[in-house]
């Protein structure tokens, strides 16, 4: 048998052995986008006055244990199902709201903080990434945009300290809360397979998961990250 021949038996053979696990898991945004919820009303109420200074421990402490762990976990359940939104885009909001619930704690109340606002703004700019993946589920980045618009308002505000960017970025805090919460309902209805349905505005890639059957969406797994040789 000549080494040309011998080769591809091989692989044949090792490709043969091969076999590619797929584990089921459940969408994580509903969870991540509901702690969202939470974190982004604590601090709008700060900014818009609704709370004193004083209260402003109790937000950032709430954040740091509900809000991060939550959004983290559900980062790295989306890592795992390969969905920029919920792995990459939750990850870097999870980190931002640690970020500033940390800030918050070893700041003097009602402080701005002008590095504070500068790093708010660049994480503005870091969160539009994943989003701009997010095109087959445009509520889920739209959420993401938010997030961001929300974090560069609220750096502007820092680096400012000008009362009036607070308290816009305390309004944009409230509508992100809502549009947070109607996506949580409308992904978990969805998951569900509840009879009353919220329109979550999938589109392309978005639909097929739920129209294609098994055969049709594991074509080219192999080439998907974590199954490739390399990243």
């Not at 903080?113 to 989003?131: D, E, I, N, Q, R």
């Not at 996506?183 to 978005?206: K, M, N, S, T, Y």
């Amino acid at each position: 048998m000549s080494e040309a021949t011998k080769e591809p038996r091989e692989r044949s053979e090792e490709l043969h052995m091969t076999r590619i696990v797929l584990r089921p898991t459940g969408n994580p945004l509903p969870l991540a986008f509901m702690s969202l919820a939470i974190a982004t009303t604590g601090f709008s109420c700060l900014q818009l006055g609704i709370l004193s200074t004083g209260e402003e421990s109790t937000v950032a402490l709430a954040v740091l244990v509900l809000t991060v762990p939550l959004q983290l976990f559900s980062a790295i359940v989306g890592f795992g199902a390969r969905d920029p939104i919920a792995g990459t885009g939750m990850a870097m909001v999870s980190g931002v709201w640690a970020m500033l619930a940390v800030s918050t704690l070893t700041s003097p109340p009602g402080a701005s903080s002008p590095a504070l606002g500068v790093l708010l703004l660049t994480a503005a700019v870091a969160v539009m990434v994943p989003a701009a993946a997010g095109h087959g589920k445009p509520l889920a980045a739209a959420v993401v945009v938010g997030s961001g618009v929300r974090f560069a308002v609220t750096g502007v505000a820092e680096l400012t300290g000008v009362g009036g960017w607070e308290v816009a970025a305390g309004g944009l805090g409230l509508l992100l809360a809502f549009l947070a919460l109607y996506a949580a309902l409308g992904f978990e209805l969805e998951e569900a397979d509840h009879p009353i349905q919220l329109p979550v505005l999938r589109r392309g890639a978005g639909v097929k998961p739920l129209q294609d059957d098994l055969e049709t969406q594991v074509e080219g797994i192999a080439r998907e990250a974590g199954v490739r040789q390399q990243l």
